[in-house]
């Protein structure tokens, strides 16, 4: 399952917010989420937030979409706009459809 992190959070009007003169994205946002985390593994949280930091999609198993949301959901480092869209994006991955052979 793949979590794109490029996405920009939106203020209530629907405006991109800005960190500083560039987006804050979801994935600026989950990296310190991440980062601070008391749950997961430290190499593991740090990769990811690594990643997300960077903007790539960030790959995901069951597993891993679980601790992120339980990460996501027990900070008190951003206030519910944030989260919520973070939240959101995450509600949002689904499974990878089985690719078919070809005939």
């Given at each position: 399952m793949k979590l794109v992190t490029k996405t920009?959070?939106?203020n209530l009007k629907g405006e991109d917010i800005k960190d500083g003169d560039v987006d804050f994205t979801i994935g600026k946002a989950l990296s310190n989420i991440l980062l601070e985390s008391k749950t997961?593994?430290?190499?593991?949280?740090f990769n990811m937030a690594t990643k997300c930091y960077n903007g790539e999609v960030l790959e995901l198993d069951d597993s891993d979409l679980a601790l992120v949301k339980t990460s996501v959901e027990?900070?008190?480092?951003?206030n519910?706009?944030?989260?919520?869209?973070?939240?959101?994006?995450?509600?949002?991955?689904?499974?990878e459809e089985p690719k078919t052979p070809k005939k």
């Amino acid at each position: 399952m793949k979590l794109v992190t490029k996405t920009s959070i939106k203020n209530l009007k629907g405006e991109d917010i800005k960190d500083g003169d560039v987006d804050f994205t979801i994935g600026k946002a989950l990296s310190n989420i991440l980062l601070e985390s008391k749950t997961g593994g430290k190499m593991k949280m740090f990769n990811m937030a690594t990643k997300c930091y960077n903007g790539e999609v960030l790959e995901l198993d069951d597993s891993d979409l679980a601790l992120v949301k339980t990460s996501v959901e027990a900070t008190a480092l951003y206030n519910n706009l944030a989260n919520g869209q973070i939240l959101i994006a995450l509600e949002a991955v689904k499974p990878e459809e089985p690719k078919t052979p070809k005939k």
